[in-house]
C-alpha cells in the first residue's frame, strides 16, 4: 500500500517516484559489469534507491554519454543541495536530502552540531570550549555520536578581536568553523585568520549580503542567509546570491525561541517541502537552526535556557535542519538531542531484528554462563556491547521474538516458555556447557517457573537491565 | 566534555536549589532517580520495514559550471507562495470525558483530533485542538522512577488519592488509571473490585479518565465489561483494545455505554487498519482513537515516529482506516537506560535528563501528530503542554528584530 504516493502525484514527482526504467534508458545497456552488479537495470535500481555513485558506471564518462551523464546527473540530485563546510578530513556535509519525509527513502548527512565560542571569551574558556566540542563522544549501539563544528561569534564587533578568537579556535580544532557576524569588516577579518578553512559564513542578510557574497566567493566559502520569519525575503536573498556567484547557500529563516516557534516550525517545513515536493531551487539548500537563541530568554538560573534549548534543537531536528549552532555543552542537553538525531536519520530500510541463534563473547568455556535475549535489534545490540565492554567470557542465546523487545515480546506472547526451551534445543546449548543454568532478563521474570519445568534447565532471572549483567554475574555466579 | 561538565556540576547543585518556581521547582527537589522500570504495555515492535538495504551514499560530481551572469546590485526580488496542499481527508473528532449535559459527571470533557493538515503545518491550518495530556495513576505499588515517586510516594497504593494529586497538585487535564493489579500473574483483582476503583476515581476527580488494563486480552474484556458499565456514559477511553481481544464484545461495550476505544497495534499500518475495520462494524468511527506503539527516545522512536507520521499523511490523503486520532504510551521513554541510569557527571544529574528524555520523546511524536500523551513526570509534562500551547496558537508571533542581533548576544 503506498499511500504517500498520492502526495507525490499531486506534486512534482520527487526523487522517490524516479523509476529504474527511467534511469536504465539513459545508461549505455551494455551488461559491462564494471560497476561491480550483474546487469544495467540492477544498477539503475540501486541508482534510484541511492545504494550506489553514478560515477561507478565508468563508460558513461566517456565523451558519448555525456549528454546521458548529464541527464542522470540532474534527474538524481537531490532536492536539497549538499554543502560542504570546512576542509580536510574533518569536513562536515550538509543537506543533501532527498526526501521530505524519512520512510520515502531515507535521510541522509545528519544534522551537524556545531558549539559557539564568543571573541570575548577568556581565551582558557574558549580553548575548554573548543576541545570539549572535539572530544564529545558517546557509544550509542555501537556508535560514536559526536559534535561536528565551532561556531566561533563575533559578540565585541571588533574585527581585531575576532581574528584573534579564529586564530585561537584553528589552532586548537581541525572542525569546521562557522564564522558569525553580520558586519563584513569582521567576517573577513575572521577570514583572513582561517583562508583556506572553507567556514560558513554566518549570514548575508538583506543589507550586507553584496559584501558577505565578495567574502564567500574570495574565500570560496558557503554562506548562510538570515531572513528571520520573511520566506520573501529569504527566497529572494537566494536568488540574488545565487545569481552573483555564490553557489553553496545555506538558510536560516530564523529561531524563535519563545512565542514564535510556531513560525519556526512553520517556515522550516514550508521550505522543506517547497524544495522537496515543488522543486523549488531558490529553497533547496540546507537549513540552519539556531537554538541557542534559547539564551536570549532572561532566567533566574542557567538550567532554563539549557531545558528550552535542549528542546528546540530538538524540534528542529525533527523537523529539517541540517545544522545547528548550540550553546550548551552539559551532557542533559547534549545526549538526547544527539541521540535523536542518530534515530532520525537511522535508515527506516533496516532490518529491526538480528538473526537467532547462540553467539560467543569472549573465550567461553564449558563453564561459562549462558544468557539470554530477544533478537530486536536495539536489544540485542545494547545486550551484547555491555557484554563486550564487561569483557566477560560467556553465550548469549538469542531468541527469535520476531523483533520485540523483551518486555514486549513477553506481553506479545512471542517470547514464552515453550520459545525458550525451543531455542534452547535447537542451538544445542546444552553440547556447549557442562551445566544446566540459563540467565533469563530480569524483564521476562515471569516466564522463570515454566521455562525451568519444560527445559528442564534451572533458571536465574537476570538483572532487569543489562548494564548490570557484571555485576549480577560476579554476585551470582558460582 | 569532561572537564566542563565537572566544573559546573559544582554550580549546578547550587543552581538546582535555587530553580525558579516555574519549571524546575520539581525538578530541584529531586535527589535520587532511579527507575527499575515501569511496567506499562510498550506493545508489540513488529517488522514492519522493508528487509535489506545497504544504504551507500552517492557521490555526484557536479557537472561543468553554469556560465556566470553579471553580478546584480540590489535584490532581485523573486515571490514566495507557500505550498500549500489540500487533503481529501480529515482526522475525526474524538470527544473523550462526558459533563452533566453531555451524560456524564465530568467537570469538562475534551476534543482531540479534527485535523485537516499535517501536525502543524500552520501555513495550512491552525490545529483544531491542542493535544491532550494524560497522567499514569497505578492501582497498585508498582515500580517507578524515582523522579516520579518523590511526588507521588504517600497516594502509591491508593488510586484515588494519586488521581486527586494529579489532578489537584500538577493540573492533569486527564488522568489513566492503568488497572495493573488485574493480571492475573499479579493480583488477579476480580473485575466487580477494578470496577469500584474506577467508579471513586470518577467520584474523586472530575476530569475525563483513561482506564487500562493489563495486556491480558481476557482478563481486560471482563474487567472493561464492568468498567464500562459503572462509568455508563462518561466517556471514558478505554486502554486498550488489541487484535487478539474479542472485537466484537470490546466494541459493543463502548457502543452500549458510551464510551472510546483505543485501538492499540503494534508498528504497523496493516495492523493498524485491520483493527479499525474490525471495529468500524460495531462502532462509530468518532468513538476510536489508535495508538501504534511508542517506542523511548533512542531505542526505537524512529520507528514509532515514522509510523505515526505515515498513519496520520495516509489518514489526510484519504485513507479511512487511519483517520483516528493518535495516542502515545509517552511515558515508555524512561525505558532508555540514559533516562534513569547514573551516569559519569560529564552526562549531567539524571534528575534533568530523565524529564528532558520524555520531554524529547514526547515533542517528536507531536510533530507526527500525536493528539493524547500519557506522561508521567510533572516537568516534561508542563513543558510539553507549553510548546503545544505555542505550537496551536499559531504563527505571525516571529518578529524579526527579536532575532536581528543575536550574534552579539552576551551568554
Known amino acids: 500500500m503506498n499511500d504517500e504516493g498520492k502526495i507525490a502525484m499531486s506534486e512534482k514527482a520527487s526523487v522517490k517516484e524516479l523509476s529504474p526504467i527511467d534511469v536504465y534508458m539513459l545508461l549505455p545497456k551494455t551488461n559491462c559489469k564494471k560497476c561491480g552488479l550483474e546487469n544495467c537495470m540492477a544498477y539503475a535500481t540501486k541508482l534510484v534507491n541511492r545504494e550506489i555513485a553514478l560515477e561507478l558506471c565508468t563508460p558513461l564518462l566517456e565523451k558519448q554519454f555525456e549528454k546521458a551523464y548529464h541527464e542522470l546527473w540532474e534527474m538524481l540530485k537531490p532536492p536539497v543541495k549538499e554543502v560542504t563546510i570546512g576542509a580536510g578530513d574533518k569536513a562536515v556535509k550538509i543537506g543533501g536530502k532527498l526526501v521530505m519525509y524519512r520512510h520515502e527513502l531515507a535521510y541522509f548527512n545528519p544534522t551537524a552540531f556545531a558549539i559557539d565560542v564568543t571573541d570575548e571569551m577568556p581565551e582558557e574558556e574558549l580553548v575548554l570550549r573548543v576541545k570539549g566540542t572535539e572530544g564529545y563522544s558517546y557509544t550509542y549501539i555501537g556508535k560514536e555520536l559526536k559534535l561536528n563544528m565551532v561556531a566561533v561569534r563575533s559578540t565585541s564587533n571588533d574585527p581585531e578581536k575576532f581574528k584573534t578568537a579564529v586564530k585561537k579556535t584553528v589552532e586548537n580544532t581541525k572542525l569546521p568553523l562557522i564564522l558569525c557576524s553580520f558586519k563584513p569588516e569582521v567576517v573577513e577579518a575572521g577570514l583572513m585568520a582561517a583562508p583556506k578553512a572553507r567556514p560558513l559564513i554566518y549570514a548575508a542578510n538583506k543589507d550586507n549580503w553584496k559584501d558577505m557574497a565578495e567574502l564567500a566567493l574570495m574565500y570560496n566559502c558557503p554562506l548562510a542567509v538570515f531572513a528571520p520569519n520573511d520566506l520573501k525575503l529569504l527566497k529572494s536573498l537566494a536568488k540574488t546570491l545565487r545569481d552573483y556567484g555564490v553557489e553553496d547557500l545555506v538558510l536560516d529563516p530564523g529561531t524563535f525561541p519563545n512565542d514564535g516557534l510556531a513560525d519556526t516550525v512553520s517556515n522550516f517545513t514550508m521550505i522543506r517541502r517547497a524544495a522537496c515536493k515543488r522543486g523549488d531551487e531558490l529553497l533547496g539548500f540546507p537549513l540552519i537552526g539556531t537554538p541557542i537563541t534559547a539564551w536570549l530568554e532572561k532566567a533566574d538560573v542557567p538550567e532554563f535556557n539549557m531545558w528550552n534549548e535542549a528542546y528546540l534543537a530538538s524540534v528542529l531536528i525533527d523537523r529539517y535542519a541540517d545544522v545547528l549552532i548550540v550553546h550548551s555543552t552539559d551532557g542533559w542537553v547534549l545526549l538526547p538531542t544527539t541521540i535523536l538525531r542518530q534515530n532520525i536519520y537511522t535508515d527506516p530500510r533496516k532490518p529491526v531484528a538480528v538473526e537467532a541463534g547462540l553467539k560467543a563473547f569472549g573465550q567461553p568455556n564449558e563453564n561459562s554462563p549462558v544468557m539470554m535475549t530477544t533478537n530486536f535489534a536495539l536489544t540485542y545490540y545494547t545486550v551484547a556491547s555491555d557484554i563486550e565492554s564487561s569483557g566477560v567470557n560467556c553465550y548469549l542465546m538469542v531468541v527469535d521474538t520476531e523483533g520485540l523487545a523483551v518486555d514486549s515480546s513477553v506481553a506479545g506472547r512471542k517470547l514464552t516458555a515453550e520459545k525458550i526451551a525451543e531455542t534452547l534445543k535447537q542451538f544445542k546449548v546444552e553440547e556447549k556447557v557442562k551445566h544446566k543454568k540459563l540467565i533469563i532478563p530480569g524483564k521476562a521474570a515471569r516466564l522463570s517457573g515454566e521455562t525451568q519445568e519444560l527445559s528442564g534447565w534451572e533458571v536465574l532471572v537476570g538483572p532487569r537491565d543489562s548494564s548490570e549483567i557484571p555485576k549480577f554475574l560476579q554476585e551470582k555466579w558460582q | 566534555m569532561k572537564d566542563l561538565g565537572e566544573r559546573e556540576e559544582e554550580e549546578r547543585k547550587k543552581a538546582l536549589l535555587k530553580f525558579s518556581p516555574e519549571l524546575f521547582e520539581i525538578l530541584s527537589k529531586l535527589q535520587e532517580v532511579e527507575l527499575e522500570d515501569v511496567d506499562l504495555d510498550v506493545g508489540d515492535l513488529e517488522i514492519w ?90 492501582d497498585m505499588k508498582v515500580p517507578l522512577a524515582k523522579a516520579v515517586k518523590m511526588h507521588v510516594e504517600e497516594v502509591v497504593g491508593d488510586p484515588v488519592a494519586w488521581a486527586k494529586l494529579a489532578v489537584d497538585k500538577f493540573g492533569a487535564q486527564m488522568i489513566t488509571l492503568h488497572l495493573v493489579s488485574i493480571d492475573p500473574l499479579l493480583n488477579d483483582t476480580p473485575p466487580k473490585e477494578a470496577a469500584l476503583t474506577v467508579e471513586k476515581v470518577l467520584q474523586a476527580v472530575d476530569v475525563p479518565i483513561v482506564v487500562g488494563g493489563c495486556g491480558d486480552p481476557v482478563k481486560d474484556l471482563a474487567v472493561f465489561e464492568k468498567v464500562a458499565a459503572v462509568a455508563e456514559s462518561e466517556r471514558v477511553l478505554l486502554s486498550s483494545i488489541t487484535l487478539d481481544m474479542d472485537i466484537e464484545k470490546s466494541a459493543m461495550l463502548a457502543k452500549k455505554h458510551g464510551h472510546v476505544a483505543l485501538a492499540f497495534t503494534s508498528m504497523d499500518l496493516n495492523h493498524a487498519r485491520e483493527l479499525n475495520r474490525k471495529l468500524y462494524e460495531f462502532l462509530p468511527r468518532e468513538q476510536i482513537i489508535m495508538d501504534t506503539t511508542t517506542a523511548a527516545l533512542g531505542y526505537g522512536l524512529d520507528y514509532a515516529f515514522t509510523v505515526m507520521e505515515r498513519a496520520r499523511l495516509a489518514g489526510l490523503m484519504g485513507d479511512p482506516e487511519l483517520q483516528h486520532p493518535l495516542s502515545s504510551g509517552t511515558t515508555n521513554a524512561w525505558a532508555a537506560r540514559e533516562a534513569w541510569m547514573k551516569m559519569a557527571p560529564e552526562w549531567g544529574p539524571r534528575e534533568l535528563r530523565g524529564p528532558i528524555w520524555e520531554t524529547v520523546t514526547a515533542l517528536t511524536l507531536m510533530l507526527a501528530g500525536v493528539d493524547v500523551f500519557m506522561m508521567m513526570h510533572p516537568a516534561a509534562v508542563k513543558t510539553v503542554k507549553d510548546v503545544s500551547k505555542k505550537l496551536t496558537t499559531g504563527v505571525t508571533k516571529g518578529r524579526s528584530e527579536q532575532l536581528s542581533d543575536w550574534v552579539t548576544l552576551k551568554i
Open chain 2, 49 to 138: 520495514l522493508q528487509p535489506s538495504a545497504v544504504s551507500a551514499r552517492p557521490r555526484v560530481a557536479a557537472p561543468s559550471a553554469v556560465p556566470k551572469k553579471a553580478k546584480p546590485s540590489t535584490i532581485i526580488e523573486v515571490d514566495f507562495v507557500p505550498p500549500v496542499e489540500t487533503y481529501s481527508g480529515k482526522i475525526v473528532e474524538v470527544q473523550l470525558g462526558a459533563t452533566k449535559s453531555e451524560g456524564g459527571t465530568r467537570g469538562k470533557s475534551v476534543i482531540v483530533g479534527g485535523e485537516r493538515s499535517p501536525a502543524y503545518y500552520l501555513f495550512e491550518n491552525q490545529t483544531p485542538h491542542p493535544p491532550v495530556i494524560t497522567l499514569d495513576v497505578f
